[in-house]
């Protein structure tokens, strides 16, 4: 199930850590999904927490255990130490979701938060960290003529 998540949101997270998903992320999840949840990933490259819906998690989740052994024990290792950076998580009525603390400190999210769709995910950044993680215009437009530029 393919979404197409795209733009940034700036949210507000509350005292409790809940945060609001952008209503066009709403409506992609829940005209695609039968099943709502979302899987919370904390990201072990960059300082964000990266948002599966739950045939995304399936599917890459299902791709990590169709490459291990469980009879061999550094694979379930690999699979312990993942999985015990996932949390599956229900948007509430209001379309808010619940960050757990370890979340918010992977991510030094404290009181404002941004959302960035990312092809079929999204993420959530602190403003600061995602700021500082996007090239220079310049190098940016560079990058991205180098990767498309002589491309059909």
Not at 36 to 58: A, G, N
Not at 70 to 86: A, E, H, K, L
Request: aromatic share 12%.
């Amino acid at each position: 199930m393919n979404h197409e998540f795209l733009n940034r949101f700036e949210v507000k997270v509350d005292a409790k850590g809940r945060l609001f998903v952008p209503s066009t992320y709403r409506k992609s999840i829940e005209e695609k999904e039968m099943d709502t949840s979302l899987y919370l990933e904390r990201d072990m490259q960059k300082k964000c927490v990266k948002v599966y819906t739950k045939s995304f998690w399936d599917e890459r989740i299902g791709k990590l255990k169709a490459n291990l052994n469980t009879w061999d024990d550094n694979d379930m290792d690999i699979y312990r130490q993942y999985t015990s950076y996932v949390e599956r998580v229900e948007m509430d009525s209001n379309g808010r979701i619940l960050l757990q603390k370890q979340f918010l400190e992977a991510a030094e999210i404290e009181a404002d938060a941004v959302l960035v769709g990312v092809i079929d995910t999204f993420e959530i950044w602190s403003k600061d960290n995602l700021e500082n993680s996007f090239q220079k215009e310049v190098d940016f437009r560079k990058a991205l003529n180098k990767k498309m530029g002589n491309k059909d």
